[in-house]
């Protein structure tokens, strides 16, 4: 009892040591300075023996050599010979919802037991710890949106996350970013014939989607009704004195609607509040899904496209982003077989802003190689960057804080031995929020336990 | 006479005629103006390479050809060998698996060959000249491969590639068990994979005996011997046990390497290439010292448990301790783009650009034993060729002109689909 009671009284003094330390750590944070290497600051050029300050986990100053000037108590790394850019976002994969993707046990990709699922939430499953993460930031991936598999048309909705920090909590930055509607035909439910489910054709996928969005709209109206009602009952003096029996039943204090999480996670794309993300590869779906967008009036940021080329002026028209590609995708036998290479310059060329995906887990490190390969069929260079930095931001929201080399930007930073765009280049340090990430993922200590090392 | 006169006349005639159909006896072509990758002799800045007659008959800085030949100026742009693609399971149309039992030797990919598929145009335009068309892996000892040059928009036959050994698919670890172990069959373990590979492998033996018994006593003069049954399964094994076939093994996990190893060892044949081989890093100096190449991914990765150790180090690593190595498609859309798979070899481990380009050239076409054919620029060999927009093992490379055989199958310039067949200059 007597320790116990010593230990209490300490309490106070210890709190406001811990406080005084944080602050202190917070407020005397040493200075990072990235000296001497080409800054490719995405936003405003190219400078050739750049300086770049972090600070409390921001990007301080950026600026050329002798033009910045360099604290004196900064911590200075020589990045003589070095390009370095701002961290890599792909704008969609499914890291955290997957690790060995034939074990079902390991994977929480898609409820598939129905199609209408606006109500699962990847941040309930998404796994800050899995090990793809890790190889995936050591190539310079550092923000990414990750949703669930699309073979339902509303599988749920995605969030926005860093690919670093203490714990899931910290590393989803934004939680229901944004809304995925696939309507790419994949969705259909195609069992044997004697299996057949609803929804076997395309009729049946829109038929199904229209009614959710109208079952939303009604769902709306219920709890609108019931809240002007209960307000109408609060604001007339006489409603407690109403009786039972009487004539006039709306002066009645109201009854509240059932809740439906599922008719509620719609709302907010209903209300043009958050974009959902309109995924179709061929013309006709892509129309179909369009129109349907329009119907219910919904924001929208497109998605995939691949065999839409003979209707990209109409897709220029929509004047809306477009996750691209991937760019990989097998063409259609009636296509050239760079039709969807050439997909992002074509885009571009109309004034379309693109983002690239990786619309992987394992391989989302590859991104900025899909972001290269388009460069190689007529997409400009810094427009490829572009895909994979500040217009990702952009997109999601987010450029007030990522995408680009700028003063007050979270310090997002890879450092790299070359073209970040450029398969043979290394990543030699990524830097998330200013903190130096451990170059290392499971598979660097495979290699070094087998190496020898 | 007069009839044999005029069957000579005929035969002349004929033999004129399907010389006038093979294009190949009659290219005559000079590219110059080329940084040439030779694979087996360095590189040749402001190169040339002279074909003739299908075949490469000069290669270097100063060419001796005809002033009648053709030329084309590259432009100082980059020429490889053809890309040869060790797996792939292409033209096929998904009939890849005869998934019914675990040992199926006697099926033969070319009985399934789709020559018009579209991915054989496709790998073409990335460059792909040669691939191997290999039987899926639900079995145990799958099927006979067959070997395509991608002369897309000939008939059947003219794609087939003439002379290249005969190979065979077996396979191991988690398809064959999750395959029969879903149905309750046998295998449904490795115990299982392995025991079902040994029982085929000792019953051909007995098949082998039996027909040695009965030539031995036709030998002898015994008129009463009475041949066995001929059993297109068995004659495959045979072949496997006398040799005649190259054993291509799908493989992941290292002990599964080491098993397959001891198990050709036990009865006598010789491994030719493990693919896929994710954990050949582990098990390296073993592999080199049995001289067997594997077949890999660059950095596929974590799509199976057997598959979750896999390390984009692994083709260098491996290569460094002396194992040959190639990097393959499995996948029509890898196919597409191999000089970009080789290519990150430069990154995940510091392969030197002839390193990289060997793996998806000379080191793939030895493991289909065709690299006295394909494989590099050499004169003698065919000149499968790719003239490349950008550099070849970069993000950047993109072919421009693909020769097979001298004869041009894709070219980019052109319009439509980009692919052709023709002739330079005729």
């Known amino acids: 009892m007597k320790n116990q009671s010593r230990v209490v009284d300490a309490w106070p003094l210890v709190l406001g040591l811990i406080i005084w330390f944080s602050a202190a750590a917070v407020a005397q944070q040493k200075p990072t300075v990235l000296k001497g290497g080409k800054l490719l600051t995405v936003s405003h050029g190219t400078i050739e023996n750049g300086v770049l300050v972090m600070q409390n986990g921001k990007i301080i100053v950026v600026g050329a050599e002798g033009s910045v000037k360099i604290p004196k108590d900064a911590r200075v ?162 409603a407690k004195d109403t009786k039972p029996g009487d004539k006039d039943k709306d002066k009645k204090t109201p009854t509240a609607p059932k809740r439906d999480l599922k008719l509620e996670a719609l709302l907010p794309y209903l209300q043009g509040n958050k974009p959902i993300v309109l995924a179709a590869e061929e013309a006709n779906d892509l129309q179909t899904a369009v129109s ?78 899909q972001a290269g390969y388009a460069t190689a069929f007529g997409l400009p260079y810094d427009e490829a960057l572009k895909a994979i930095t500040l217009n990702a931001a952009e997109t999601w ?32 340090q990524v830097f998330i929020a200013g903190q130096e990430v451990p170059m290392t993922s499971r598979q660097t200590r495979l290699r070094d336990q087998y190496s020898g090392q | 006479m007069n009839r044999i006169a005029t069957g000579f006349v005929l035969l002349i005639m004929c033999s004129l005629t399907i010389q006038a159909q093979q294009p190949a006896a009659h290219n005559d072509v000079l590219i110059k103006n080329a940084v040439v990758m030779t694979v087996t002799h360095g590189i040749v800045q402001n190169g040339s390479v002279y074909i003739k007659d299908g ?5 270097g800085k100063d060419v001796n050809a005809p002033s009648s030949a053709t030329v084309i100026d590259a432009g100082g742009k980059y020429l490889t060998p053809g890309i040869v693609d060790s797996h792939s399971h292409i033209a096929l149309d998904d009939d890849v698996n005869e998934a019914t039992s675990p040992i199926t030797p006697q099926m033969m990919m070319i009985d399934a060959f789709d020559y018009q598929d579209k991915a054989i145009y496709r790998g073409l335009a990335g460059g792909v000249t040669t691939s191997l068309l290999l039987h899926g892996s639900a079995n145990m000892i799958g099927g006979q491969a067959v ?20 190979s065979i698919k077996f396979a191991s670890g988690e398809n064959p068990k999750r395959v029969y172990g879903g149905k309750d069959q046998l295998p449904s373990t490795r115990m299982g994979n392995f025991a079902v590979q040994r029982e085929a492998l000792t019953q051909a033996q007995d098949y082998m005996r039996e027909w040695e018994d009965y ?122 783009r191999l000089n970009q798979e080789a290519a990150k070899s430069i990154r995940y481990g510091g392969a030197t650009d002839e390193e990289a380009l060997k793996m998806i050239t000379l080191n793939a076409a030895w493991i289909i034993g065709v690299d006295d054919k394909v494989g590099s620029i050499d004169v003698g060999k065919d000149a499968d060729l790719v003239i490349w927009d950008g550099y070849p093992l970069s993000s950047y490379g993109v072919p421009n002109k693909v020769f097979i055989d001298g004869d041009v199958y894709f070219d980019r310039s052109l319009p439509g689909f980009g692919m052709t067949h023709y002739s330079e200059g005729q």
């Open chain 2, 55 to 59: 075949k490469v008959a000069g290669v």
């Open chain 1, 77 to 238: 790394i020589d990045a003589t010979g070095m390009t370095i850019y701002p961290g890599l976002i792909d704008s969609e994969d499914n890291l955290g919802l997957t690790e060995i993707s034939a074990e079902q046990s390991t994977n929480d990709l898609i409820e598939s037991s129905e199609e209408i699922m606006p109500h699962m939430h990847v941040y309930d499953a998404f796994h800050a710890e899995s090990e793809l993460i890790p190889v995936a930031r050591l190539n310079g991936v550092t923000n990414a949106l990750i949703a669930p598999d699309s073979k339902d048309t509303l599988p749920g909705q995605d969030s926005f996350v860093q690919l670093a920090g203490k714990s899931s909590e910290e590393m989803l930055l934004i939680r229901d970013i944004a809304m995925p509607l696939n309507f790419t035909g994949d969705q259909r439910r195609n069992e044997s014939w004697d299996k057949r489910k609803f929804p076997q054709t395309r009729m049946g996928m829109a038929a199904q989607l229209r009614q959710a969005f109208l079952d939303a709209q009604d769902y709306a109206r219920h709890w609108a009704d019931y809240e002007k009602k209960k307000n109408e009952v609060a604001q007339k003096p006489d």
């Open chain 1, 292 to 369: 349907l967008a329009h119907e219910f009036k919904l924001r929208f940021v497109l998605n995939h496209l691949s065999h839409s080329q003979s209707v990209l002026d109409y897709v220029a028209g929509l004047k809306v982003p477009v996750i691209v590609g991937p760019i990989y995708e097998d063409p259609k036998s009636y296509e050239r077989y760079d039709a969807v290479y050439g997909l992002p310059a074509q885009l571009y060329k109309r004034g379309v802003k693109i983002v690239f995906a990786s619309f992987d887990a394992h391989n989302v490190r590859n991104l900025p190689y």
């Open chain 2, 147 to 166: 070997v395509i040059k991608h002369k897309y928009g000939l008939n059947r036959d003219a794609l087939l590639f003439p002379g290249a050994p005969r």
């Open chain 2, 215 to 336: 030539n031995a006593k036709v030998k002898k003069g015994d008129k009463d011997a009475s041949p066995p049954k001929r059993d297109l399964k068995m004659e495959a094994l045979a072949d496997v046990l006398r040799g005649n076939l190259l054993v291509q093994i799908h493989c992941y996990r290292a002990d599964e390497l080491l098993t397959e190893m001891a198990i050709a060892k036990e009865f006598g044949y010789k491994v030719r290439a493990f693919h896929h081989a994710l954990e050949a890093y582990k098990v390296a100096d073993q592999l080199a010292a049995n001289n067997v190449a594997i077949a890999t991914f660059s950095d596929w990765w974590g799509y199976k448990q057997e598959a979750w150790d896999a390390i984009p180090w692994n083709a260098v690593m491996s290569m460094r301790k002396g194992v040959r190595v190639a990097i393959k498609s499995d996948s029509e859309d890898f196919a597409r």
């Open chain 1, 397 to 428: 929201g987010v450029a007030d804080q990522l995408g680009s080399l700028d003063a007050g930007k979270t310090a997002n930073v890879v450092v790299a031995n070359g073209d970040p765009l450029d398969l043979r280049t290394d990543v030699k």
